[in-house]
């Protein structure tokens, strides 16, 4: 697929996606979704160990592109379009095998905001935003907002963001627990670069199982999870890259993992 909305890179074991309508604040279109399916299927098959999200000029994502039309200039049907797209593309970055970078570059609104918060790791520019839009339009909050949201904040901080819908500073979103981290708008690209080759070279099935236990762990109990751990770290146990940590333990040298 040749892509027009979307720049995407696989090298090194670092999947790099760049939502690029930079002149619409990166907002999704029925067009966009389907490139970002297609990079998110190279993602999963082609070897990468990381998977960076970020947006192209002064904007991460605005959610969904509202002048999208039906033929009849219609509003489109939002339901089937958060059950078509938005849905599925959750699903897939919470399963996928490999940490998930999301790298806030600008203003994250509406769904865009949820889809930041759908990453393992979120960093964003100091200039940055989070915006709860959903409320202006006389909408709920999709993209798993109203799942994440209250297991990240509380129920009081939760419901603030999502009736009132005002702007969240990115200082405050880490305040707030929201996001990892806020970085200077000058140091972004170069932290961002740094958090990549970090996973690239990192014991992916390891960090895998983890993701795993820790998404298990918000629906069990404490024996329940203790089970989980402990067949976690059976399997791990047996893992190419533990007999290397081991290995490079004892040796006094740093580990070469192949994710394996």
């Known amino acids: 697929m040749a892509y027009q909305n979307i ?16 002149e619409k604040l990166n907002s999704f279109t029925a067009a966009m979704h389907g490139e970002v399916a297609d990079a998110m299927a190279r993602v999963e098959t082609e070897g990468a160990r990381v998977l960076v999200i970020t947006g192209a000029g002064r904007g991460f994502c605005a959610g969904q592109d509202l002048s999208e039309r039906k ?11 958060v059950g078509t797209y938005y ?6 970055l919470h399963a996928l095998p490999m940490p998930v970078v999301m790298g806030v570059n600008g203003v994250a609104a509406g769904a865009g ?5 759908a990453g393992d790791i979120v960093i964003a520019k100091e200039s940055a935003s989070f915006i709860e839009s959903f409320s202006k339009l006389g909408l709920i909050p999709d993209t ?7 297991r990240l904040v509380g129920r009081a901080r939760a419901l603030g963001l999502a009736l009132l819908g005002d702007k969240l500073p990115a200082r405050q979103a880490q305040a707030w627990g929201l996001i990892w981290q806020c970085v200077p708008d000058d140091q972004f690209d170069a932290e961002l670069d740094r958090l990549a080759r970090h996973f690239a070279q990192a014991p992916t099935k390891g960090l895998a199982a983890t993701k795993r236990a820790l998404a298990a762990s918000l629906g069990n109990d404490l024996a329940t999870q203790l089970d989980l751990e402990r067949d976690l770290m059976r399997e791990m146990g047996r893992s190419r890259d533990y007999a290397e940590g081991v290995t490079a333990f004892f040796e006094k040298r740093a580990p070469q993992f192949k994710g394996e």
Not at 87 to 92: D, G, Y
């Open 113 to 117: 905001a949820n889809l930041a918060f």
């Open 87 to 92: 849905n599925p593309l959750v699903k897939r």
């Open 71 to 81: 033929p009849s200039n219609e509003p489109i049907d939002l339901g089937e379009t």
């Open 7 to 22: 720049l995407f890179d696989l090298s090194g074991g670092i999947a790099r996606l760049t939502f690029n309508r930079p």
């Open 144 to 150: 798993g907002g109203t799942y994440v949201l209250p």
